[in-house]
């Protein structure tokens, strides 16, 4: 009889999925379902603030409009409490049983995260808006947890694309659900300014607004007015900065400006070119530029007091303690010949142009100081010499950011390899046009912020971490949204959970849960990580090469063909690695419930003559970019465009010169070497490729050489240099020789510097 009892009550299973995951979760017995009955106690102000927050949200998604009072009761309630027990800024404490939610936290911030993450362990549909009646079950759970680290930031580019207000709000209300609490909001590049600023109105009547010529791509705009008159732009007024500015209080996130100098204002020079060392009146860009050459003039004091004077309405709008100044990929060339910079040069006795930078960024460093403010800025900052308060960003790479931590200087951590959100997420055919490089969700989870090189007090150093959306590929607000998610997902969680309490098969899990929150919301998130995923293996006792299919996010099964055709339900399922001993192509799709939950991908193994040979490097490729045990140059796997997946080898200035031991005496009918062109990437065709055998590893003879016949692109390409044979040849040895470039060419934004070459199969049939 009591067991009946018992199992009448519906028995929700124990949910711990939030992301990002808690320092310390514990499930307990019990539930409690928040109903019309259901009331919110809460007393401090911070607290009152914090039930608003959650009266609010639960009657935009539910049917609930629940009271607040200000008197505790012993069932039935959720109590918000300021408690002085904890010091932690953002720290909190929540906990579920049959009776009660309590919430407490010294702090509103902790207060609005122990919501959050009362939202996390509610059912995915409390994300939709239909408002439809549900049960609100919440098993029991125990919750003690606090933030990483200080600085959990996004940046969004509203400059080379703009993005409406009401998109600003949706992504900091969905940051501050990931409890992210720094929105960086870049608001000027050469693009476009989009900050109403009182006393220069032509910043919003002309560098607002730029041609339209949305409809081609990025990189093949032309600069000129159109003969329709028809503009693309607009800007935030101050009103709507004040709004934002608030909304974000509302969820524990700070708005940081970004308002750039010295260079990435060419914009600015189409309403004010004073400011500038020419004085000529620009255009603004409508797509891609660089080398950025356009300038702030440093000598002109009247540039000075420009500056300040945007920079006090701008603190005046917003009450960061940090503000940003950009600083990055500022070509000084205009410094050089400009008679006014020159004589700045002089006078302060400064030794170069980067000394002017750095007198540049410390007088204004001087000037936000004298406000309370402090500066930040990219890592560019550093040259020439750090302003002695500011902060870095740093962006490429982590060195900038360990130098600053050295030199005892707060750094925020955001380097492209792990941060960088306008980068392909997946596979390049399958996904939208996006940035250079490779950022699986995988690649964003595995970042540790912190880096060996710095010692405790270095590394309290570090406020954080940060992910960024460069929109020059991404115009809608749908597209954004693609780029942020899943990956900020990930983001949160290195931002906020401590690096012992991660684990990326752990995450994959919690996922679902994420993804099903997105599909309520109804974002546009990405699905690539469903994907399947393709990883040869060579056994090298039985000397044959395996395939292993794998996906970032595996919900369902993985169904394959071998034969060419598209997989589906009927084909083969995949349970363990596939063996091929001549050149196949797989066809993979992953399938949940009967419906697709990816796109097919496909890859192809190669197996050739010298796929068991034994490759020797005569040249040593980059140490960034090496070769493997099983080298990859005959491993049968081709890379995909993206030179990072691991495929490619690659040589910085140097020739590839590789010899194979075919192991016996083959008869070789043709020989073939492929090769990368990225030149965005300083990434070049070799001139040619000599192809030479020989019977004893001495005595070699020339089987021809291929030259180069590609002309300069703007798109990466690969590039096979084959060598078909008029009669087959007998040998066992091949010595292949890619010339490199040497040098960037001419019309190469990395002229003279050295040219990099890869390489991601040698191919002999
Ligand atoms: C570099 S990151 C930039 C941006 C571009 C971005 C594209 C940084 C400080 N500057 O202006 O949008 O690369 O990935």
Known sequence: MIAIFASCKTETKSNTDIIPKPQFIEPLSGQFEISSSTTIYAKSSEAIEAAHYLHHFLRDHTDLDLSIVNKKRSKDQIQIETTKSHRAAECYQLYVNDNLIQISAPYYAGLFYGVQSLRALLPAEIESFDQSSNQWVISGVKIDDAPRFQWRGMMLDCSRHFFPVSYIKKHLDRMSRLKMNVFHWHLIDDQGWRIEIKKYPKLTETSSWRADYESLPWGDRPTKDREDGRRYGGFYTQEQIQHIVRYAQERNITVVPEIEMPAH?????????????????????????????????????????????????????????????????????????????????????????????????TRVEKFLNKYDRELIGWDEILEGGLAPNAAVMSWRGMQGGIKAAKMHHPVVMTPTQHCYFDYYQGA?????????????????????????????????YILGVQANLWTEHVATTSHAEYMTFPRLAAMSEVAWTNQENRNWKDFQKRMHKEYLRYQKAGIHYAKSAFNVNF????????????????????????YYTLDGTEPNMQSNRYSSPITVDKTTTVKAIQIKDGQPVS???????????????????????????????????????????????????????????VTINLGKV????????????????????????????????????????????????????????????????????????????????????????????????????
């Open 265 to 361: 204002v060419t914009a600015l020079f189409a309403a004010y070119p004073e400011f500038s060392c020419k004085g000529k009146r620009l255009n603004v860009p409508t797509g891609s530029l660089w080398p950025i050459t356009d300038i702030y003039c440093a000598g002109k004091e009247e540039t000075f007091q420009f500056i300040e004077d945007v920079l006090s309405e701008v603190m005046d709008l917003f009450p960061s303690k940090y503000i940003h100044i950009g600083g990055d990929e500022a070509n000084k060339k205009e410094w050089e010949h400009c008679p006014d910079c020159q004589r700045r040069i002089k006078q302060e006795g400064l030794e170069n142009v980067e000394a002017l930078q750095s007198y540049f960024i």
């Open 428 to 460: 390049r055919d399958l996904e939208p046009l996006a940035f250079g490089a490779n950022l699986p969700i995988e690649k964003v989870y595995e970042f540790n912020p912190v880096p060996k090189e710095l010692n405790a007090t270095e590394a309290n």
């Open 535 to 558: 990883k040869t293996e060579y056994n090298e006792e039985k000397k044959v090469n395996t395939i292993i299919l794998q996906s970032s996010s595996l919900t369902g099964d993985i």
């Open 599 to 657: 796109k097919t991908t496909e890859t192809t193994v190669y197996v050739h003559i010298a796929s068991d040979g034994v490759l020797t490097h005569n040249t040593i490729p980059s140490s960034k970019y090496p070769d493997k045990k099983r080298s990859l140059l005959n491993n049968c796997t081709m890379g995909t465009q993206t030179f990072t997946d691991g495929q490619w080898v690659g040589y910085e200035g140097t020739d590839m010169d």
């Open 666 to 765: 083959e008869t070789i009918s043709s020989l073939q070497s492929r090769h990368l062109y990225n030149p965005g990437s300083w990434i070049f065709l070799p001139a040619s490729v000599s192809y030479e055998y020989s019977m004893d590893n001495k005595k070699y003879q020339s089987a021809g050489v291929v030259r180069n016949e590609f002309t300069k692109e703007k798109t990466p390409i690969y590039y096979d240099y084959p060598l078909i044979l008029k009669s087959p040849i007998k040998a066992r040895y091949i010595h292949i020789t890619a010339k490199n470039i040497g040098a960037c060419p001419d019309w190469h934004s990395g002229k003279g510097q050295p040219s990099w070459l890869f390489c991601d199969e040698i191919i002999v049939k």
